[in-house]
Structures are given as structure tokens and as C-alpha cells.
């Protein structure tokens, strides 16, 4: 098992930044792909981006591309996600996600973190 705590949303103006992290435990850490994903209110959740084991390999989804940098530090068991030019729609309770596939945490990750709130105010 992986337990994954996220951390570091909040409310933040149209423009501004945020980070978030999320602390892994449970396994090794470096045997796992991470990733985000985002639920707004009344849609349904969607991948944001996600992170090979060693760090080498980011993918991201259009939306926010040019705009959130995924990255990690197996040192202390930590993926971040550094959001900038935040806008409203970015308004979300975002996910961490946790799986041994690099296709797979993309679509249907195996571990999945509690959640925490970010909100964009225009």
C-alpha cells in the first residue's frame, strides 16, 4: 500500500501561484510513477500531469501546459506541482496519484491521495 497526503492548496488571485506537494509512504518511492489530477465542481476528475520514476520523463495535459511544472524528490518521498498564471477555471480539488505503469497513472492509477482544495478568484 501507498498513502499519499497532499498538501499546499488554497485561495489564490487570477495570475498568481501555488504549490502543491504530496508526502508518500508506505513503499518504495522510486518504484512509482506520480501524477495530479484535478476534479471541479460538477465535471468529472481529469489527469493534469504526471512523472516518471526518476524524474527524467514529464507529461502534461494541454490545459496546462507552458503553465504547471510536475516534479519530485525521491530523497524525501515528495512530488510537487508548481502552478503558475492560475486562472479561474484551474479551480479544482487536485489529486495526487501513485502507480508502478507510466501509462497507467495517466488513466487509472492505482493510489490515489485525499485531495486538496485550490481556488482561483478572478
Known amino acids: 500500500q501507498v498513502q499519499l497526503v497532499e498538501s499546499g492548496g488554497g485561495l489564490v488571485q487570477a495570475g498568481g501561484s501555488l504549490r502543491l506537494s504530496c508526502a508518500a509512504s508506505?513503499?518504495?518511492?522510486?518504484?512509482?510513477?506520480m501524477g495530479w489530477f484535478r476534479q471541479a465542481p460538477g465535471k468529472e476528475r481529469e489527469f493534469v500531469a504526471r512523472?516518471?520514476?526518476?524524474?527524467?520523463?514529464?507529461y502534461y495535459a494541454d490545459s496546462v501546459k507552458g503553465r504547471f511544472t510536475i516534479s519530485r524528490d525521491n530523497a524525501k518521498n515528495t512530488v510537487y506541482l508548481q502552478m503558475g498564471s492560475l486562472k479561474p477555471e484551474d479551480t479544482a480539488v487536485y489529486y495526487c496519484?501513485?502507480?508502478?505503469?507510466?501509462?497507467?497513472?495517466?488513466?487509472?492509477?492505482?493510489?490515489w491521495g485525499q485531495g486538496t482544495q485550490v481556488t482561483v478568484s478572478s
Open positions: 496519484a501513485a502507480d508502478t505503469s507510466l501509462i497507467t497513472i495517466t488513466t487509472r492509477p492505482s493510489y
Open positions: 508506505g513503499r518504495t518511492f522510486s518504484d512509482f510513477s
Open positions: 512523472i516518471s520514476w526518476g524524474g527524467g520523463s514529464t
